[in-house]
């Protein structure tokens, strides 16, 4: 029998399996879609942008350097296209480590997966879908479409925003549509982009560029859902004069590298992240707007609390779906993940309109941040994800 069953092998509950196999702990990992299919390029046109704290999560699981094209973030800069307010951030402000980096999802995907297979203690059930889970008794109980049936001490739900194992547990979630569409495609361009990560708040949304390797950038372009349609519809050069439009000069002579894909925007909040033996982790537990390229990177904080609690209890042979370990894991991540939805959703309302007096008051904010350097600090070291109640997994020290 398995200690853990983890539903959902996607960029959190893959990290999750290998955090508890590493701890010794026998772990079931079931997705409903195979592992062959989530490495094709035409799933996920994402990047995600790694924040330092994620990257020593990744190193203390030996994931990191088997990760192709880890593309160091050295500069932000965050401005306002209209009024031209902005605010820059140079790594060297903040310490010797670049912000973060910039990683295809397949390529991440594709590391992870690499480090599942050297476990033994890791079995995976892909493609199979859960049917029902039952979590009344002293077991939590799974069965999968093939007539499998797992059973473990503790269930982890890491089956994305849409989860529909959240919902079998009972737990509801609250859902804010934004009425946004992000728009994401990956140019080739002329010029070397120098690290630079650029975010550009236009009426719309906001307009991401973020630096990839080989000269290459992910452009995440974040517009009103029937603006949005219309951009997918265009031919190669007029999407390119869009872009452009958008991007500025900087890159030289651009190019479509890739297809072009979109993500319908919602925040999504479950209204608790435990049941009984049961916990939500990353999305399941909540999926927050991309404008500040965050939605993995607390997921993978909740994959290094609730590791940290359960091999502790694993450790002194206690019960490891105990209401008191969910109930730590709970009051834990709680402050970390309100508030980061809280941000993310305030920063869309802020700077996604045309209102006079709010233009005032984000362009007050943007240049007072950047002329005081504590200030700047601040910020930077929580876009590295190194403030609050760091679990050992990010510790640099554990790796
Ligand atoms: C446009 C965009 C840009 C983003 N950029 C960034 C960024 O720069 N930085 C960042 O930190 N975050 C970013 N994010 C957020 C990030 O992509 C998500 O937070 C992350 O993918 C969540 O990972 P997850 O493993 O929780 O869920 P998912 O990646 O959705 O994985 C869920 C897994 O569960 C499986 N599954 C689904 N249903 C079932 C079922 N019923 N049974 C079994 N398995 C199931 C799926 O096949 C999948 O493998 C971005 C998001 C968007 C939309």
Redesign the pocket.
């Known amino acids: 029998m398995q200690d853990v069953v983890i539903?959902?092998?996607?960029?959190?509950?893959s990290a999750m399996a290998i955090a508890l196999a590493r701890g010794g702990l026998r772990v079931a990992l079931?997705?409903?879609?195979s592992q062959n299919a989530?490495l094709e390029s035409a799933y996920d046109g994402?990047?995600?942008?790694?924040?330092y704290g994620s990257r020593c999560v990744l190193e203390a699981l030996e994931v990191w350097p088997d990760i192709a094209h880890a593309e160091p973030i050295d500069d932000i800069r965050v401005c306002d296209q209209d009024t031209g307010a902005y605010v820059h951030y140079h790594y060297k402000d903040a310490g010797e480590e670049p912000f973060g980096h910039i990683i295809e999802?397949r390529h991440l995907r594709q590391a992870l997966y690499g480090q599942l297979a050297r476990y033994d203690a890791i079995t995976l059930h892909a493609p199979?879908?859960?049917t029902a889970v039952n979590n009344d008794g002293a077991l939590a109980q799974v069965t999968l479409d093939n007539g499998t049936q797992l059973k473990a001490p503790l269930l982890l739900v890491?089956?994305?925003?849409?989860?529909?194992?959240r919902d079998m547990l009972g737990i509801k979630a609250n859902i804010s549509e934004y009425g946004q569409t992000?728009i994401?495609c990956t140019i080739a361009h002329s010029a070397p982009h120098h690290g630079l990560a650029v975010e550009r708040f236009l009426p719309a949304g906001p307009f991401a560029l973020?630096p990839m390797s080989e000269q290459r950038t992910n452009i995440?372009w974040t517009e009103r859902d029937a603006v949005a349609q219309r951009m997918l519809q265009l031919d190669e050069t007029a999407l390119l004069q869009e872009i452009r439009k958008r991007a500025g000069e900087h890159l030289g002579e651009l190019s479509l590298a890739g297809p072009r894909f979109a993500?319908p925007?919602k925040l999504i909040r479950a209204e608790r992240s435990i049941a009984p033996r049961a916990a939500l982790?990353?999305?399941?537990a909540h999926?927050i707007h991309?404008i500040a390229?965050?939605?993995?990177?607390?997921?993978y904080r909740d994959v290094a609390a609730i590791a940290e609690l359960i091999l502790a209890r694993a450790r002194l042979g206690l019960d490891i779906g105990a209401d008191a370990l969910l109930n730590d894991y709970a009051r834990w991540r709680r402050f970390d993940v309100a508030s980061m939805a809280a941000a993310t959703h305030g920063l869309n309302l802020l700077f996604s309109n045309d209102i006079l007096p709010l233009r005032l008051l984000r362009d007050a904010g943007l240049n007072g941040v950047n002329q005081v350097m504590p200030l700047k600090q601040f910020f930077m070291r929580h876009a590295m994800g190194m403030v609050g109640d760091l679990p050992t997994l990010m510790q640099k020290e554990a790796s």
């Open positions: 539903i959902g092998s996607g960029l959190v509950g079931i997705d409903a879609a989530r994402r990047t995600a942008a790694i924040a999802n199979a879908k859960v890491a089956d994305g925003k849409m989860s529909a194992t992000a994401v973020l995440v993500y925007l982790i990353g999305d399941a999926a991309p390229g965050q939605g993995v990177n607390l997921g």
